[in-house]
């Protein structure tokens, strides 16, 4: 988690002036004020604006301070000098001398001259300001912020005030870095940082970052990459950026861990820069994709017009994200198919963490910290804890034999002497038998995973589509020509084509409906493939559909009974005889009699529905009854 097993190694940071140090460690009652208004300090020194909306309201109970965020966040500065109508705020305040706001921050916070000599930001500002004096507006000077550094940030991660920034004196034709941001003279626009520049950090927390050290960036690499793909990855995520910054490490003081609700929020901004980033790779990596069924794409190429672009729907927010509204669906179907599987959850368990456990206290309190300082210690031990839980339950059951508890990696692994290929032509890897082992609450273990998944299965679920003849989804660029579309092999099958092809050619098969599939092959997504199972079994579960999809519906109906069909004629074919509608095939196997179909229904939306969509369903359902029979 902290190093990802040696492959990250970041500069380590520098000595922190012994100024913030006292302010911070001291128990004094100056440090106690300071620690206490330590955001509001933060933003007295702070170069830029957050724009998200920090609800206060939370914190009017009696529980521990949250930091809570609203809307859309992000970093802006505002130009050198304020309108003739504002005042001075943020890096303005830098160079627009008022006697009243510096005095204020200087009775504030005393050691204002210490930023003003190790901050390389505040030292090309105080240069603008000496330099040009009165002058700045009429000379349009301005600021360009550098995106790029010249010495090896993976080594060095302390910029000088020429590698982080540049003055501008009038309008100077130069070309820039695509994320460089010039601060304009005056303005009434926010210039926004993005989140991939090295002073997105550094600007907006002065205090945590005294010599402006850089944040994090796109050229942070990897120590050492173990993959064997072809193109291995080889830059540093940001999310390993800041799960290798929340670890402390014994011979360096983390001046994070140590500044209290500055911390929280710098947690909470870390978290909308990891979200930032992953929509932004989706807008820029899919605004060119597009999606429709290939009868609509063959369909349009007899047109005139062969621009792919004016075809299908764009791909927006796939359900791969973690968190948005189609990946919180499909863990939600998933979670029902296991309980379809093997039947409803015996326990219901709702697990917490006290923070007030003997151990957290002990921890915090030899730091000075109160628990709520340390929202990271509080995770790490609730997954613990949790870890045991599920071990517990799983290996020596605490309540009994557990159906759906079995770890489908076959941990914990066999020992191994050495690395060796096995019968199955996989590699098994050296695992020593060293008598190394740790113990947690009575369970000895000598394998901890701190994974933090926000769903976890030890059940794996193999979700399978269906569809109507030549209805299958293709996925495809929109600069692409539409006859090339056609024409690529995987945009003329699918899963569910795949399935019946498998079905003609393989014995076992023929004895499989298709939810029963997954349990005896898996799906090879690269090859589009279904393949015998080499090791473990999956949970299918087939995607629903509503009553009102007609055809679809009764579609899925069948695929629950008719087993090995190896063309759609067979999946509506009863008996040798062959009805023209999916509809019809199910009346004459006895689905649809004294309206069995929407009991049917009904029963299914009891399992995973909620009551508000049950309701629907049932309306749908019974009006699409008198529909079809007037």
């Known amino acids: 988690m902290c190093c990802m097993h040696g492959k990250i190694e970041l500069p380590p940071p520098p000595q922190l002036p012994q100024a913030i140090i006292d302010l911070l460690i001291n128990g004094d009652t100056r440090r106690k004020h300071f620690r206490e208004n330590i955001r509001a300090y933060n933003s007295m020194f702070a170069f830029t604006s957050m724009g998200g909306k920090v609800d206060t309201s939370i914190n009017k109970g009696r529980g521990h301070p949250v930091f809570r965020l609203l809307g859309q966040n992000y970093h802006g500065i505002g130009s050198l000098l304020p309108l003739d109508d504002s005042r001075p705020k943020f890096q303005q305040l830098y160079i627009f ?22 901050n390389p930001y505040a030292k090309i500002l105080r240069t603008a300001k000496e330099c040009f004096v009165d002058s700045l507006e009429s000379m349009n000077v301005k600021v360009r912020l550098i995106s790029g550094r010249s010495t ?5 991660n302390m910029p000088t005030c020429s590698e982080v920034a540049a003055l501008l004196v009038e309008d100077i034709d130069e070309e820039f870095e695509a994320r460089d941001i010039v601060v304009e003279t005056k303005s009434r626009d926010l210039a926004r940082i993005s989140e991939l520049h090295p002073t997105y950090l550094p600007l907006q927390y002065p205090i945590l970052f005294p010599y402006g050290e850089d944040g994090y960036h796109i050229n942070l690499h990897l120590k050492r990459t173990t993959t064997t793909s072809k193109n291995p990855r080889f830059r540093v995520s940001m999310k390993e950026f800041f799960s290798y910054k929340l670890m402390e490490r014994g011979n360096h003081f983390n001046v994070l861990l140590h500044s209290g609700k500055l911390f929280q929020q710098f947690i909470v901004d870390a978290y909308t820069m990891m979200e930032a980033e992953r929509i932004g790779y989706l807008k820029l990596n899919q605004k060119t994709s597009r999606a429709d069924n290939y009868n609509n794409i063959s369909d349009f190429s007899f047109t005139v017009n062969k621009d792919s672009s004016m075809c299908g729907r764009k791909v927006v927010l796939p359900a791969t994200f973690v968190g948005g509204p189609r990946y919180m669906h499909e863990k939600y179907m998933d979670a029902i198919a296991v309980c379809s599987h093997f039947g409803y959850p015996d326990l219901f368990i709702t697990f917490t963490c006290n923070p007030k456990l003997p151990k957290i206290t002990r921890y915090v309190s030899s730091r000075r910290l109160q628990t709520e300082d340390r ?24 309540f009994g034999p557990s159906a759906a508890g079995k770890c489908t990696k076959r941990f914990p692994k066999d020992f191994s002497p050495h690395t060796s290929i096995n019968k199955e032509g996989f590699s098994v890897y050296r695992r020593r038998d060293d008598g190394k082992s740790m113990e947690k609450n009575g369970i000895e273990i000598d394998n901890r995973i701190f994974g933090f998944e926000l769903h976890y299965s030890s059940t794996s679920i193999q979700r399978l589509s269906f569809h109507l003849p030549g209805e299958h989804n293709d996925t495809y660029d929109d600069e692409e020509d539409i006859d090339d579309v056609l024409t690529k092999e995987k945009n003329q099958t699918s899963q569910f084509l795949e399935w019946m092809k498998m079905c003609s050619r393989n014995a076992d098969a023929k004895e499989l409906t298709y939810i ?51 063309c759609y004629e067979e999946i509506h074919t009863v008996d040798g005889i062959t009805y023209p509608t999916y509809k019809k095939a199910c009346y004459a196997l006895g689905l649809l009699d004294d309206d069995k179909d929407y009991t049917e229904t009904i029963k299914e939306a ?25």
């Open 375 to 398: 929202p990271d210690i509080l995770s790490q031990v609730f997954k613990m804890k949790l870890d045991c839980l599920i071990f517990g339950i799983k290996n020596n059951n605490l």
């Open 152 to 156: 090896d940030p993976n080594t060095y």
């Open 606 to 630: 009891s399992q995973w529905g909620f009551r508000c969509l049950l309701t629907s369903n049932v309306r749908l359902s019974f009006s699409f009854k008198k529909f079809t029979t007037t």
């Open 516 to 566: 029963q599939f997954p349990y005896f092959f898996v799906w090879n997504k690269s090859i589009t493939e279904w393949t015998p199972h080499q090791r473990s079994s999956a949970v299918g579960r087939i995607h629903p559909t509503s009553p009102s999809a007609g055809p679809r519906f009764y579609l899925r109906i069948l695929l629950n009974k008719v087993k090995g069909p190896t």
């Open 97 to 118: 001398d008022t006697v009243n706001e510096n005095a204020n921050r200087i009775a504030a916070f005393r050691n204002q001259t210490m930023l003003n000599q190790s």
